[in-house]
């Protein structure tokens, strides 16, 4: 398993937050917490990579937007 500050941030954002997250409010959490700043792009495939290992479960929900 390689490992990279950008997967250790996040997996501390992960462990220590009490809801279930997206990309942007994992990336938002890091920059206010820890001053450093990481790509969503960068987000998105550490949570991928992290899935696949069987380290963190993503869940997809489907938003919708109606309008006439």
């Known amino acids: 398993l390689k490992n990279s500050i950008q997967k250790d941030y996040i997996l501390k954002v992960l462990y220590f937050s009490k ?12 920059k206010t917490n820890y001053n450093v700043s990481i790509g969503i792009a960068t987000v998105y495939r550490a949570m991928k990579f992290l899935n696949d290992m069987k380290l963190v479960l993503i869940q997809m929900k489907l938003l919708l937007d109606y309008q006439l």
């Open 19 to 30: 809801e279930h997250l997206t990309a942007e409010e994992i990336s938002n959490k890091i």
